[in-house]
């Protein structure tokens, strides 16, 4: 047995979940990350963590990485996430409309496959290995399958079904948090990782409709998760080294800024 710390983490390429990824390695934690392509229009994401895992490791900081390919499953589901889906809704984050981003049973499907890779590690290494979610308080508000009783009761059934199982833990430091104290760990990591923090953060996406000009991915500033990253850049002072575009076109930063905050003063 070693003296190592062992995290999987489901990255999504995310503002989030790319957070989460330095929060462990920043913490001494041997990490392995997965992606999955399940047919999602925000297929940029994937690009995303794939340069990221690719910049971490040019900087001697090793993350084990593989994407997941989950082909002929967009078509069966009814989501606006999806290809084939509706028009993913925008404005701030209410219940109507996170609910027709909810891809069905996404966290189940994808919890299934990183258990199953968990409890690999945990039987090599003879060790504990946690399951890390980059989940927060504004998920687990309306998400149901982002909720502590949903983990709660998919580990009971992962448990029930597997050998050694116990051996597999979770860890979610920003269960109570939110996309402005994720964005201010994330800060702090990249300062002890010795990172870029705008290079970093560049190669995130959090828009549900990104926008392509001329050959190049934009992210969208009016979907509910652009508004809740662009305000969590407002409230941490800097800007977001995203691109960010409209249907004119590319757009600077201090139009994302002004659109988004008067967005965020209609509903107050």
Not at 80 to 102: A, C
Request: glycine fraction near 6%; aromatic fraction near 10%.
């Amino acid at each position: 047995m070693s003296d190592k710390k062992y995290a999987v983490l489901s990255l999504s390429g995310g503002m989030d979940s790319s957070t989460l990824l330095l929060h462990l390695l920043a913490n001494g934690y041997d990490v392995t990350a997965v992606s999955f392509d399940y047919g999602q229009k925000h297929r940029v994401e994937l690009e995303r963590a794939q340069s990221l895992v690719k910049y971490l490791n040019e900087n001697n900081l090793d993350v084990k990485y593989q994407v997941i390919k989950l082909d002929g499953l967009p078509q069966l589901l009814n989501s606006t996430l999806v290809t084939g889906g509706g028009e993913v809704p925008e404005g701030h984050y209410k219940e109507e409309n996170m609910k027709q981003t909810v891809v069905p049973n996404r966290n189940k499907i994808f919890s299934s496959i990183v258990q199953a890779i968990a409890l690999s590690i945990a039987n090599q290494a003879e060790q504990d290995v946690f399951i890390s979610l980059g989940i927060h308080a504004g998920d687990h508000a309306i998400y149901p399958d982002c909720r502590q009783e949903f983990r709660d009761i998919d580990h009971q059934a992962f448990v029930s079904g597997n050998w050694d199982a116990e051996r597999v833990k979770f860890y979610t430091p920003y269960l109570e948090g939110d996309k402005f104290s994720i964005l201010e760990d994330g800060l702090a990591c990249c300062e002890k990782l010795g990172l870029d923090f705008d290079r970093v953060y560049r190669m995130t996406n959090t828009s549900y409709k990104p926008i392509q000009h001329l050959g190049m991915w934009y992210s969208d500033y009016k979907s509910a998760s652009s508004v809740e990253r662009v305000e969590a850049f407002i409230k941490l002072g800097r800007p977001d080294p995203v691109s960010y575009a409209d249907e004119t076109g590319p757009v600077s930063w201090e139009k994302v800024r002004t659109e988004v905050q008067k967005v965020l003063d209609s509903v107050k």
